[in-house]
């Protein structure tokens, strides 16, 4: 079920694009709250902190290669419909008297 869950989540562009404005806006508003709290001032945080940056930079990149994967795929379908269509216009100028 969790796979499942997973999965349709990550098909979803419009999911993920609010999901990830969210967490833009959150992190961005826990910058004056680090600063105000003296969090920034933690090794635990500052840590926990980049290993997000280090997950989330890594986790754009393969949604990225993701979206290149299936371009590329979509791409090789056009090519062939291209030649499918030109084969079968031939075919009709051929056949046509």
């Not at 920034?40 to 945080?45: C, T």
């Amino acid at each position: 079920m969790i796979k499942s869950l997973w999965a349709s989540i990550q098909g979803d562009p419009a999911f993920m694009r609010r999901l990830n404005g969210w967490l833009t806006l959150f992190w961005i508003l826990m910058i004056p709250v680090s600063i105000v709290t003296g969090w920034i001032s933690s090794v635990a945080y500052v840590s926990a902190l980049s290993l997000w940056a280090l997950v989330s930079g890594h986790w754009s990149a393969w949604q990225a290669a993701r979206v290149e994967v299936k371009q590329q795929e979509d791409a090789d379908v056009a090519q062939v419909l291209a030649v499918v269509t030109d084969i079968r216009d031939h075919q009709r100028r051929r056949d046509t008297p």
